[in-house]
C-alpha cells in the first residue's frame, strides 16, 4: 500500500503520444505505420489528456506540478490547463514524435523524479515506456489507443483522475504489477491475433 502526503506538492510526469488513436479513423489496427500526411489529422489523445488534467486543476489548485517534455508531449497541454510545466526535453522532431522519443521522456522524467508517470496512448506507448523505466516508479495510463491489451490502463480519463486524486489526497493504493501486451500489427490486419508480453509496469489501484 501507498501513501501521499496531502500537504505537499504533486509532481505528475506526464506523456502524450499526439498519435494515439490515429490508426483507427483510418481503418488501421494502430498508428505505429502512419504517413506523415496520416500523422497530421487532429489528435484524440490531447482532449482525453486535457478532460483528466481539467478535473485535477479543479480539485487541487496550486498543488500539482508537471514534469515532462516541451511541446505537444507535455509542455503546450500543461500550459493550456495552467499547472506549472518543468521541461525535462523536447522531442527530436516536435510535430511527429517517434517511439524513441517515449522512452527518452521516460527515463527523463523517471531522473528528475515524479509522484506518478501519466501517460496517454496505446499499447505502443505503454510498451515503449516499459522498456525504458519498467517497474522503477507508478504508472498510469490513460486509453487513447486502437488497441488496448495492457493492464496499466484506467477506463476512461476521468477514473485516471480519481486515481490521481486518491494519490494525492493520502488514499490507500494499491501499487501492483500490471502486464503490458501488443499485438502484431500487421498480423492483426490480415485476420491473426498475435499478442505478445512485453513486461510490467507498476500501476496504481484503489485498496480497501
Known amino acids: 500500500m501507498t501513501t501521499m ?5 504533486f509532481r505528475l510526469g506526464l506523456i502524450v503520444n499526439p498519435l494515439a488513436g490515429l490508426g483507427g ?3 488501421m489496427k494502430g498508428s505505429d505505420h502512419l504517413s506523415d500526411s496520416e500523422k497530421a ?4 489523445a490531447l482532449p482525453r489528456c486535457r478532460r483528466s488534467l481539467a478535473m485535477l486543476t479543479q480539485r487541487f489548485p496550486g498543488r500539482l506540478e508537471i514534469v515532462g517534455f516541451d511541446g505537444v508531449m507535455a509542455g503546450d497541454i500543461a500550459a493550456e490547463v495552467g499547472i506549472p510545466f518543468l521541461p525535462v526535453g523536447s522531442p527530436a522532431n516536435p510535430r511527429a ?5 517515449t522512452g527518452a521522456a521516460a527515463r527523463a522524467i523517471q531522473a528528475a523524479g515524479v509522484d506518478l508517470l501519466l501517460f496517454v496512448g496505446g499499447d505502443g506507448t505503454a510498451r515503449d515506456i516499459c522498456s525504458a523505466v519498467g517497474t522503477s516508479l507508478p504508472v498510469l495510463g490513460i486509453p487513447a489507443g486502437v488497441k488496448m491489451h495492457s493492464g496499466v490502463y484506467a477506463t476512461s480519463p476521468e477514473s485516471a483522475a480519481e486515481l490521481v486524486t486518491a494519490l494525492i489526497n493520502g488514499q490507500l493504493v494499491d501499487i501492483g504489477e500490471e502486464e503490458v ?3 502484431d ?7 491473426r491475433v498475435r499478442s505478445r508480453h512485453y513486461g510490467e509496469l507498476m500501476g496504481p489501484r484503489l485498496g480497501g
Do not use: K, M, W
Not at 41 to 44: G, N, Q, T
Not at 185 to 191: L, M, R
Open 41 to 44: 489529422a487532429d489528435s484524440r
Open 181 to 183: 501486451r501488443d499485438i
Open 97 to 101: 514524435t517517434e517511439a524513441a522519443d
Open 25 to 27: 479513423p483510418l481503418g
Open 5 to 9: 502526503n496531502s500537504a505537499t506538492v
Open 185 to 191: 500489427e500487421a498480423a492483426f490486419a490480415q485476420g
